[in-house]
């Protein structure tokens, strides 16, 4: 392995991150900015050309990065891409679950379609577990393991239930999505408890991506910021929780 810079200034032996949804916004940006400070980046697309696109643009600015045909809703494409990487590396220092849609809409619940539900959670919830668990055994070989689930705040009950908070509009399949995989957090966490693996959610706060239409107000560099952050916490950072860029949020 080379020798590369982590995150504060130390050097360690190259990090191996995979970001899934990693081929555009958000994800993109957590891929960049973990190959800018010398880590080799899976870049986890279902596209394999859209995918390798991202990757070629990645290694043009200095990153290392590789692409990874990854569809988080197929259980196939995720032991492949748990192959490639046990091939690749044979470990893996940080998982970003970062693949995610909203379901599409409209999604008020007293009229929603079930699929638009159903949708919402495979790709958003059962995904996550569904690599995450691909992943594991190749995360306890890394010295210090991190998991980060890009979530939103619009998951937060307390936020829903705070009047004049901010969360958006109702959305039946979406928040809840986010709600459940932030629960889904908290379980890892409480079972990997006494390992050296950390789990987190994250908010990348309203971002404008795809995802959006882009009518976010943040730039996918700044959303990806709070990820980068996670990733690359030390051994006694967090485990557990949710952050954003101002701090911890409320579940």
Not at 70 to 78: E, F, G, Q, R, Y
Not at 149 to 166: M, R, Y
């Amino acid at each position: 392995m080379s020798e590369t810079k982590t995150a504060n200034g130390q050097k360690d032996a190259q990090k191996v991150a995979l970001v899934t949804g990693a081929n555009k916004g958000i994800g993109y940006e957590i891929a960049a900015g973990l190959g800018a400070l010398g880590w080799s980046v899976g870049v986890g697309a279902r596209d394999r050309g859209r995918g390798e696109a991202a990757v070629e643009k990645l290694r043009a600015a200095g990153a290392d990065a590789f692409g990874v045909v990854l569809d988080v809703t197929d259980d196939a494409s995720v032991t492949a891409a748990a192959r490639l990487l046990e091939e690749r590396a044979g470990r893996l220092d940080v998982l970003v679950n970062n693949a995610g849609i909203t379901g599409g809409g409209p999604q008020e619940p007293t009229t929603v379609g079930i699929g638009r539900m159903r949708a919402a959670v495979e790709t958003n919830v059962f995904g996550v577990v569904r690599v995450t668990n691909a992943l594991l055994p190749l995360l306890r070989r890394s010295p210090s393991p991190r998991i980060v689930n890009v979530s939103s705040s619009v998951g937060s009950l307390t936020l829903q239930t705070t009047p004049g908070a901010e969360t958006g509009p109702v959305s039946v399949a979406y928040a809840p999505s986010k709600t459940f995989l932030n629960a889904v957090t908290v379980q890892y966490a409480k079972e990997l408890a006494g390992t050296n693996i950390l789990v987190n959610s994250v908010c990348p706060g309203f971002t404008a991506t795809g995802l959006n239409g882009f009518r976010g107000v943040r730039t996918p560099q700044q959303g990806a910021s709070s990820a980068i952050r996670l990733a690359t916490v030390p051994d006694d950072g967090p485990t557990g929780r949710f952050f954003d860029d101002e701090g911890e949020v409320p579940w």
